[in-house]
T-cell receptor, first 115, second 111 residues
Framework: GAVVSQHPSRVICKSGTSVKIECRSLDFQATTMFWYRQFPKKSLMLMATSNEGSKATYEQGVEKDKFLINHASLTLSTLTVTSAHPEDSSFYIC???????????FGQGTRLTVV | DAKTTQPPSMDCAEGRAANLPCNHSTISGNEYVYWYRQIHSQGPQYIIHGLKNNETNEMASLIITEDRKSSTLILPHATLRDTAVYYC????????????FGKGTLLTVNP
């Protein structure tokens, strides 16, 4: 399957700082990318959907000013967690797909710890 | 998107077939059945998907009942590396495509 890469795989940051997570599609151009969050022993929760060149669509209950998503090119989307707090500590996962008729592929995830 | 129901856990002996069921009784005509799996602390891995016909690829087979209200994912020869949480997801294609993950089935393959 297609390869989606996230960076960093792990990050520790201090409370109040911002953290940027990158999601890249390595061997295909992704028209749509998705961002998920997963707490320990819980399932993945969709945070937002982003299409290249347009604003992201956030799920209900997700603060768009806190979780900034930029999908500036067909191979890169970024998630910035602003003013991070310990409760933002989680496993963040992105996924991408080529076009509306194909399956989505997932990155390996980013473990964020806010101290 | 239609809701799915899966057993919380299943066990399988190594080398045997693993049959994972999924109920999706409210599925609509334009919705696909997708299967993903997640090995601990990794991103989900795509397995297979189908609309109404049975599908097979190098990883698994997907059997969808004629009324499309349920499906079964078959791993023909389970290995220890197949131990994971398996998610059955129903979603429309096109611009309405959205993968909403439920709790899935934890498949444990035993030696």
């Amino acid at each position: 399957g297609a390869v989606v890469s996230q960076h960093p795989s792990r990050v520790i940051c201090k409370s109040g700082t911002s953290v940027k997570i990158e999601c890249r599609s390595l061997d295909f151009q992704a028209t749509t990318m998705f961002w998920y969050r997963q707490f320990p022993k819980k399932s993945l929760m969709l945070m937002a959907t982003s299409n290249e060149g347009s604003k992201a669509t956030y799920e209900q209950g997700v603060e768009k000013d806190k979780f900034l998503i930029n999908h500036a090119s067909l191979t890169l989307s970024t998630l910035t967690v602003t003013s991070a707090h310990p409760e933002d500590s989680s496993f963040y996962i992105c996924s991408a797909r080529v076009d509306p008729n194909t399956e989505a592929f997932f990155g390996q995830g980013t473990r964020l710890t806010v101290v | 998107d239609a809701k799915t129901t899966q057993p919380p856990s299943m066990d399988c002996a190594e080398g045997r077939a693993a049959n994972l069921p999924c109920n999706h009784s409210t599925i609509s005509g334009n919705e696909y059945v997708y299967w993903y799996r997640q090995i601990h602390s990794q991103g989900p891995q795509y397995i297979i998907h189908g609309l109404k016909n049975n599908e097979t690829n190098e990883m698994a087979s997907l059997i969808i009942t004629e009324d499309r209200k349920s499906s079964t994912l078959i791993l023909p020869h389970a290995t220890l590396r197949d131990t994971a949480v398996y998610y059955c997801i129903v979603t429309s294609g096109g611009s309405n495509y959205k993968l909403t993950f439920g709790k899935g089935t934890l498949l444990t393959v035993n030696p």
